[in-house]
């Protein structure tokens, strides 16, 4: 009678533990978002988003910079939708964070940092002087945080020259540099006039500096007549 007992207090407590395991099964499946998992959701999603449409950048962080640590929502009984509030960029973002059931909405701020190896300078520079590749190195930083722009190839300092003095230590932007002189005032220059079928190339003045690409006014010798042209190279200008 005693072994009937205790075999009979094995099964009980057997289908007991079976029943258990299921029913902590099914919570977890369908596990309720907690309070404290709005964290993880939302760096998530907000990584996922930036990813599609900036495929090549990698090394990105979220970070929540008006919330404090403590700070959390209610539970979810489903996975909250992320909203953006205006089109995803670096930097500050507005994000809502829904929940359908039980229904809240909330509204947050979120900061994305991107970044990316950016030129900064080795060495200082003096107002006007030439900027090389060799004074520069990349350095990863975040980009979020420069708003006047930066630059990310060695080659994009070549022919430029500092618009004001520099430090070392300084990232780049574009408007901290601007193209090198490669015709001055008074210089000699060459004239080129193209037309359909013909090229001629006559002699002339130039009235002012001027970088390539830029168009200055000139004067040609033979003529006295001033005109404009764009430079094309050392001395080379051209009428079109």
């Known amino acids: 009678m005693t072994s009937f007992t205790l075999y009979s207090m094995s099964i009980v407590e057997n289908c007991r533990c079976a029943w258990i395991f299921a029913v902590l099964f099914l919570a977890l499946s369908g596990r309720p978002v907690q309070a404290d998992d709005w964290r993880p959701l939302v760096q998530e999603e907000i990584l996922q988003r930036w990813s599609a449409i900036s495929p090549g950048s990698q090394n990105n962080d979220v970070s929540f910079p008006t919330l404090s640590d403590s700070y959390g929502f209610g539970d979810c009984d489903s996975k909250p939708e ?28 979120i900061d994305l940092a991107v970044y990316e190896a950016v030129l900064v300078l080795n060495s200082d520079v003096r107002y006007d002087q030439p900027v090389i590749p ?11 945080d420069m708003t006047q722009g930066y630059l990310l190839h060695p080659d994009d300092v070549k022919g430029m020259i500092a618009r004001r003095s520099l430090r070392a230590g300084t990232p780049l932007t ?11 005032r ?11 079928g013909i090229q001629v190339e006559i ?30 190279g050392d001395g080379i200008v051209q009428v079109r």
Not at 82 to 104: D, H, M, T, Y
Request: proline share 7%.
């Open 82 to 109: 992320v909203s953006l509030i205006r089109a995803l960029q670096p930097g500050r973002n507005g994000v809502e964070l829904k929940c359908a059931s039980p229904f809240w909405s909330q509204t947050l701020a």
């Open 186 to 196: 008074g210089q000699p220059v060459t004239i080129r006039l193209n037309r359909p």
């Open 134 to 144: 060799d004074q520069v190195s990349l350095v990863e930083m975040n980009i979020a």
């Open 174 to 184: 574009p408007d901290m540099l601007e193209p090198e002189d490669i015709i001055d």
């Open 203 to 232: 002699k002339g003045t130039a009235l002012a500096a001027g970088h390539l690409g830029e168009r200055i006014r000139i004067r040609n010798t033979h003529t006295e007549r001033t005109l404009y042209a764009e430079i094309i």
